[in-house]
């Protein structure tokens, strides 16, 4: 099966990959350390579950649900994070009457360590995404949006740095071109940089300055565009990038049952994936570092 194995379950699918050419056999000489990464996007202010009468989505997601198993995962494994890759805000009444306030004092309450901003987290305007800051106990990272002259300057960074367990991760945002997609009025002077070229910057930053282990993307992208071939996104990133181990995207709510596996511009494999949207699905990834920091990974999707 070469450098690749996938496993199907019983209504889960999980996926294998090797990174650096190392399979699971070279962690038999002691126990590997593993990081777990749990992920979601385009929740789009679903805080309650969908009822028994909606179709193909009924009894599924809400927040109360989601906090049980992220819970439950992090009993298994302490050393597991939560992110988010944007539209946080947007889809319904809880944001129109709250403006987001719900959504980030839930999050906090969840524990999410890091998230980046997608283009719906501008509907209240940057001020009004600036206003709920303070219920947001958790990182902002944001890379290719110059927030310089607004009022997110210094709150979002283009990349923070995690320890778990002696394994150093980056993680680093990437947004969608907001210039029309987003009225002007809304986003302001925040400025939109190309996303390939910041990424293949931050991913050197992280991987060979700051000497991280693992390398995340959070992007808002999309996941891949048939029809506008030329646009970027998620797969086309991977391609044309290195250093990069995962990236868990947005904004195009694809829903992927495993990861999907690309090959990067110096032929290594890079992670992608997209849990659909709603809060529907829960992404889990965990990494696997044996004592001289090579991993593999396996993940599959979870349903709420």
Do not use: W
Not at 30 to 45: C, E, F, M, R, W
Not at 214 to 231: A, D, Q, R, T, W
């Amino acid at each position: 099966m070469k450098r690749r194995v996938f496993i199907k379950q019983t209504a889960i699918s999980t996926a294998l990959a090797t990174f650096g050419g190392v399979g699971l056999s070279s962690f038999s000489a002691g126990k590997p350390k593993k990081i777990t990464i749990l992920h979601t996007n385009d929740v789009h202010s679903h805080i309650d579950p969908f009822g028994p009468e909606d179709g193909r989505n009924a009894n599924k997601g809400g927040v109360a649900r989601r906090a049980t198993i992220i819970e439950k995962i992090r009993q298994e494994n302490p050393n597991t994070l939560l992110l988010d890759a944007g539209d946080i805000f947007q889809g319904t009444p809880y944001f129109n009457f709250y403006g987001g306030e719900l959504e980030f004092k839930l999050m906090s309450m969840l524990k999410y360590d890091v998230v980046t901003i997608g283009n719906h987290d501008f509907d209240n305007g940057i001020e009004g995404l600036y206003a709920q800051l303070p219920h947001a106990k958790f990182k902002f990272v944001s890379a290719n949006y110059d927030f310089i002259n607004t009022v997110m300057d210094t709150f979002v960074k283009p990349y923070e740095i995690l320890i778990k367990d002696g394994i150093k991760i980056g993680i680093f945002g990437l947004g969608i071109e907001l210039e029309g997609l987003v009225n002007k009025d809304l986003f302001k002077e925040t400025k939109y940089l190309n996303p390939i070229e910041i990424a293949q910057d931050m991913s050197r930053i992280l991987k060979k300055e700051e000497k991280c282990d693992l390398v995340i993307c959070l992007s808002h992208l999309g996941y891949n565009y048939k029809n506008e071939p030329n646009k970027v996104n998620d797969l086309s990133l991977a391609k044309a990038t290195e250093d990069i181990d995962l990236i868990i995207g947005g904004h195009t709510h694809t829903f992927l049952k495993k990861p999907t596996i690309v090959k990067n511009r110096d032929d290594k494999n890079v992670l992608v994936n997209q849990v659909g949207c709603y809060g529907l699905y829960l992404g889990r990834i965990d990494f696997y570092f044996d004592s001289q920091k090579n991993k593999t990974s396996e993940g599959h999707t979870i349903i709420v």
